[in-house]
């Protein structure tokens, strides 16, 4: 599914973005955060099938899965 996802320096200064679109994969999720459906998606940018939803939505998964997160020992006034 992920191969739905492309990452081109040209386009949208190298986001990753939807294939054959200029929709960043950010701006989905974005809607979707909004309360967007998949229905108005669909509907507003017809250049879309759900498998790109998809896509878009595992692309953010694994990338915060990803993320690494490293607490900060800071001892303050010792």
């Avoid at 320096?9 to 950010?26: C, D, M, Q």
Wanted: net charge negative.
């Amino acid at each position: 599914m992920l191969e739905r996802i492309v990452i081109d320096p040209e386009i949208l200064t190298g986001k990753p973005i939807v294939r054959g679109t200029r929709l960043a994969v950010e701006f989905i999720v974005d809607l979707l955060a909004q309360g967007w459906t998949e229905a108005d998606i669909l509907q507003n940018y017809p250049g879309l099938v759900h498998e790109d939803i998809v896509a878009c939505l595992e692309y953010a998964s694994a990338m915060l899965h990803s993320e690494k997160v490293y607490p900060l020992n800071l001892r303050i006034g010792t």
